[in-house]
C-alpha cells in the first residue's frame, strides 16, 4: 500500500507541477466539488477533497500525456493505487481508459467539466459570482454549444446516468460545492 496524503502534502504536490493560477483554482474547484459530495455520500470528505485537488497534476506540464504521467509521478513519490486510479479514471473515453468505478470516481467524471461550464458562466455575470448562481441559468448555457464550447457536455450527461441522478441534481450540488470555497476559486465576485 502507497502512501495516503494529507490535504497539505497534495497542495505541495499539486503545486509543484502546476503554476498558473487558473489551473490551481480549477483544481481548488474541484476540490471543493468533490469535499461537497463526501459529505452528501457519508464518504471520507478528506480523501475527496484530495482526489480532486490533484486531479489535473499532470496537465501543464504534459497535457498530450495527461492522465498518462499522472501515474508515473504518483509512483514516483510512492502514492496509493487508490489515488492513481481515481485520477486517471477523470479521463475516460477521452485520454484513459480506467473507468470510474467507485462514487468518488463517477463524482470527479461527471463534475469537472461542469465546474469549467459554472466557472465561465460566473466571470460574465454582473455579479462575477457562484454565490447567486441558480441551476436554470446552468442549464441554459449547458443547453447552448458556443458557449463554453471546450466543456464536454456528453461526459457531464454520461457521469449523471453513472451516478443515477439528473442533471438538475448534479448542477444544484457543484453549484453548492463551488460556494464554499467562492473565494479561493476566485468567484466570491462582488457579492
Known amino acids: 500500500m502507497g ?3 494529507t490535504r497539505q502534502e497534495a497542495w505541495e504536490l499539486l503545486t ?6 487558473s ?3 480549477h483544481a481548488l474547484a474541484v476540490e471543493a466539488v468533490m469535499k461537497h459530495f463526501a459529505k452528501l455520500n457519508n464518504e471520507d470528505v478528506e480523501k475527496w477533497g484530495v482526489v480532486g485537488l490533484l486531479h489535473d497534476l499532470d496537465y501543464e506540464q504534459f497535457p498530450e500525456e495527461h492522465c498518462h504521467k499522472v501515474v508515473e509521478i504518483m509512483q514516483e513519490e510512492g502514492i496509493d493505487d487508490f489515488y492513481i486510479h481515481a485520477v486517471c479514471s477523470h479521463g475516460y473515453g477521452i485520454c484513459s ?5 467507485y462514487i468518488m470516481e463517477k463524482v470527479l467524471f461527471t463534475t469537472d467539466e461542469l465546474t469549467g461550464l459554472i466557472n465561465a458562466l460566473c466571470l460574465m455575470r454582473p455579479s462575477k459570482s457562484v454565490l447567486d448562481l441558480e441551476v436554470k441559468s446552468v442549464k441554459k448555457k449547458f443547453k447552448d454549444k458556443s458557449f463554453a464550447s471546450g466543456v464536454n457536455r456528453q461526459i457531464v450527461k454520461d457521469g449523471c446516468e453513472m451516478l443515477g441522478m439528473s442533471l438538475d441534481e448534479v448542477i444544484k450540488e457543484t453549484i453548492e460545492g463551488m460556494k464554499t470555497e467562492a473565494e479561493a476559486i ?6
Not at 16 to 21: D, I, L, R
Open 186 to 191: 476566485g468567484l466570491k465576485g462582488n457579492l
Open 97 to 101: 481508459d480506467v473507468k470510474p468505478e
Open 16 to 21: 509543484k507541477y502546476t503554476k498558473t493560477p
Open 23 to 25: 489551473l490551481q483554482k
Open 3 to 5: 502512501k495516503m496524503l
